[in-house]
């Protein structure tokens, strides 16, 4: 990964431009409860996306990734 950013800033493309926005939204069930969330993540690919996601949303609400259910991904475009 560092390898690839240093040839892009040789290039002079800056790999702040790559990064993207995505929505990743999923369900989790805790006992009698259904949690849905909604989270925006900034990533350079959908696989770190979902990656952050799954961070995030272990830590914040003590799951583990197989109790998260129905994930789905969405790049958002900004608009400016």
Same mark, same amino acid.
């Given at each position: 990964?560092?390898?690839? !950013?240093?040839?892009?800033?040789?290039?002079?493309?800056?790999?702040?431009?790559?990064?993207?926005?995505? !929505?990743?939204? %999923?369900?989790?069930?805790?006992?009698? !409860?259904?949690?849905?969330?909604?989270?925006?993540?900034?990533?350079?690919?959908?696989?770190?996306?979902?990656?952050?996601?799954?961070?995030?949303? %272990?830590?914040?609400?003590?799951?583990?990734?197989?109790?998260?259910?129905?994930?789905?991904?969405?790049?958002?475009?900004?608009?400016?």
């Amino acid at each position: 990964m560092v390898f690839t !950013r240093i040839i892009g800033w040789a290039q002079g493309v800056s790999p702040l431009s790559e990064v993207k926005t995505f !929505r990743v939204s %999923g369900w989790v069930s805790r006992g009698f !409860r259904t949690l849905q969330l909604f989270k925006k993540v900034r990533a350079l690919t959908v696989e770190e996306a979902l990656e952050k996601f799954y961070s995030d949303v %272990g830590s914040n609400h003590r799951v583990k990734r197989s109790q998260i259910k129905n994930v789905r991904v969405e790049e958002v475009r900004e608009e400016a």
